[in-house]
C-alpha cells in the first residue's frame, strides 16, 4: 500500500525552474528579447530557428532574470524559439516587424487593467490567443500593488500562452507606481534605455506606425516627462514613412468613467500639443470600462476591460461616441489610409465596430448616425468555482503617492452610480 501511495509522486515531473516566460520584447524589424525569470537563478540559452537558419545565443550567468537580445533578424519573418535552463525547455515564436518603408496592413490588440481576478483576465487572455495580430498595446494596471510578487506572478501564469507569441508594449499603470519608481514593471517590461535611465516613458516604431507611451502621472505640463514628449514627438515629425501616430497612457484626457479625464494634460495642454504633432488617437485604460470618443479630430479609446472590477459609466461626455462597461479587448487594424477598430467580449462576439481615414473631415466614419450610448456592466462569466473577492471600485485606491490629482467621483457619488447601475440592470432582468 505504502509503496503504491508513493508511486505517483516518484512518476511526477519536477516543477520547470521557469518562474516567469519566456516571453518576448523589444520586437522590432531586426531584433528581439527573449526574457525569463528562472528559479533557482541559472544560465539561459535560447535557439532561435527560421526555415533553413539556426543559431544559440547564451547568457551564461546564473542570474534569476535574464534579457537575451537577438539581434540580425530578417524583417517581416517567422522565427521559432526555445529558452533552454537546465534540463528545462519552453518554446514559442515571434514575427518581427516590417521594415519602414513597409505599407502592408498592420493589427494590434489593445488591453489593460487585469489586476485583482485572475478568472476574467484569462479569459480575455485565451480570446486574444486566437485573434490574429502583430503586436499587444497593454494600457497599464498589470497588478493591483507594483510591489507585491505574487501579484506580477499571477500575471505572468495567466498571460504565459500569450506573450511568448506576441510581443507587448505597455505604458506604466499607477497601480505599477505603489512601489517607487515603477521598478518591477521597468524589470519585467522597460527596454533597456529605460532602465538604465529610470525612464517610464518610451517610443515604438511598427511599420508606417509609431506609438508614445507616456507616463500618465508624469510632469505634463513641465520638468522630464514633459521634455521627453516634447523631443519625442518633434523627433518624428519629419519621419519618412510615418502614416499615422498613437499616444499611450494609462489615465488618458477623457473618460466618462469614475475616474474621468486625467487633469494633467488640460493642466499642461497636452492635447493641442499632439493635435500639432499629428497624433491621431490616445489610448488609455485607468476606468474599467470600454469607451470610444472624439475631442475634435484627435480621437480617444478607453481600454480597462482586462479583468479587474468593471466600473460604473457617468454621464456621457460631449467626446462621447460610445460607452460601455464590460470586459474587452479592442483590434485595431491600420493601413496607410484608414484605421478601423473591432472591440470584442472574453466569449469573442462582437460589441462594436468602427473606423476612420485620413482624408475624411469627420472624426469617426459614423459620427453622422452614431448616438452617444452606454450599457449596463456585462453579466459575470461562469466559472467553475466561485472567484475571490475583488475590492470595490471605491477602493481601488486609484492615485499615485504624493499625487494631488484625484478621480473626479467623490466616494459618495460612486456609490449612488454603482446603486442606480444595479438598479438599471435589476429591471431588465425583470
Known amino acids: 500500500m505504502a509503496s503504491l501511495a508513493a508511486a505517483p509522486c516518484a512518476l511526477a515531473a519536477p516543477l520547470s525552474p521557469f518562474a516567469k516566460g519566456p516571453y518576448l520584447q523589444g520586437l522590432s524589424s531586426h531584433g528581439v528579447v527573449v526574457r525569463a525569470e528562472v528559479d533557482p537563478p541559472a544560465a539561459l540559452s535560447v535557439h532561435v530557428e527560421a526555415d533553413a537558419r539556426a543559431f544559440d545565443v547564451r547568457d551564461d550567468t546564473?542570474?534569476?532574470?535574464?534579457?537575451?537580445?537577438?539581434?540580425?533578424?530578417?524583417?517581416?519573418?517567422?522565427?521559432?524559439?526555445?529558452?533552454?535552463?537546465?534540463?528545462?525547455?519552453?518554446?514559442?515564436?515571434?514575427?518581427?516587424?516590417?521594415?519602414?518603408?513597409?505599407?502592408?496592413?498592420?493589427?494590434?490588440?489593445?488591453?489593460?487593467?487585469?489586476?485583482?481576478?485572475?478568472?476574467?483576465?484569462?479569459?480575455?487572455?485565451?480570446?486574444?490567443?486566437?485573434?490574429?495580430?502583430?503586436?499587444?498595446?497593454?494600457?497599464?494596471?498589470?497588478?493591483?500593488?507594483?510591489?507585491?510578487?505574487?501579484?506580477?506572478?499571477?500575471?505572468?501564469?495567466?498571460?504565459?500562452?500569450?506573450?511568448?507569441?506576441?510581443?507587448?508594449?505597455?505604458?506604466?499603470?499607477?497601480?505599477e507606481l505603489t512601489e517607487a519608481q515603477g521598478a518591477s514593471w521597468l524589470r519585467f517590461f522597460g527596454t533597456a534605455r529605460a532602465q538604465a535611465e529610470r525612464s517610464l516613458n518610451d517610443t515604438v516604431r511598427w511599420g508606417m506606425v509609431r506609438f508614445f507611451f507616456i507616463n500618465g502621472w508624469g510632469s505634463l505640463a513641465s520638468g522630464a516627462d514633459r521634455a521627453w514628449l516634447d523631443r519625442a514627438l518633434k523627433a518624428s515629425d519629419g519621419e519618412e514613412g510615418v502614416a499615422w501616430r498613437f499616444l499611450v497612457t494609462h489615465h488618458g484626457p477623457y473618460s466618462s468613467g469614475l475616474h474621468g479625464g486625467n487633469e494633467r494634460f488640460q493642466a499642461g495642454e497636452v492635447e493641442p500639443l499632439l493635435r500639432a504633432h499629428g497624433v491621431s488617437m490616445v489610448i488609455s485604460g485607468h476606468d474599467h470600462v470600454y469607451e470610444r470618443g472624439a475631442s475634435g479630430m484627435l480621437r480617444y479609446v478607453v481600454s480597462g476591460g482586462g479583468g479587474a472590477p468593471l466600473y460604473p459609466l457617468g454621464p456621457p461626455l460631449p467626446q462621447t461616441r460610445r460607452a460601455a462597461s464590460i470586459y474587452h479587448y479592442v483590434r485595431v487594424t491600420v493601413t496607410p489610409t484608414k484605421i478601423s477598430l473591432v472591440v470584442k467580449r472574453p466569449d469573442a462576439t462582437q460589441f462594436e465596430s468602427a473606423s476612420f481615414s485620413a482624408s475624411s473631415d469627420r472624426a469617426w466614419d459614423d459620427d453622422a448616425a452614431q448616438v452617444p450610448e452606454k450599457t449596463a456592466p456585462s453579466p459575470a462569466p461562469t466559472v467553475s468555482s466561485p472567484p475571490r473577492a475583488s475590492p470595490s471600485p471605491t477602493s481601488c485606491r486609484c492615485s499615485v503617492p504624493g499625487s494631488p490629482v484625484r478621480g473626479r467621483v467623490p466616494p459618495v457619488a460612486a456609490l449612488l452610480l454603482i446603486g442606480i447601475g444595479f438598479a438599471r440592470r435589476r429591471l431588465r432582468v425583470a
Open 62 to 175: 546564473p542570474a534569476a532574470m535574464h534579457s537575451v537580445a537577438i539581434e540580425g533578424l530578417a524583417p517581416r519573418t517567422t522565427y521559432r524559439f526555445t529558452a533552454t535552463s537546465g534540463a528545462a525547455k519552453s518554446s514559442g515564436s515571434f514575427t518581427t516587424a516590417p521594415p519602414d518603408d513597409d505599407v502592408a496592413p498592420v493589427t494590434f490588440l489593445i488591453y489593460g487593467d487585469n489586476r485583482t481576478d485572475a478568472i476574467r483576465h484569462g479569459a480575455v487572455v485565451r480570446a486574444m490567443v486566437d485573434e490574429p495580430a502583430d503586436l499587444l498595446i497593454h494600457t497599464g494596471d498589470f497588478v493591483d500593488d507594483g510591489g507585491n510578487a505574487s501579484n506580477w506572478q499571477s500575471f505572468f501564469d495567466v498571460e504565459a500562452p500569450l506573450l511568448r507569441e506576441r510581443c507587448l508594449f505597455s505604458a506604466v499603470g499607477n497601480h
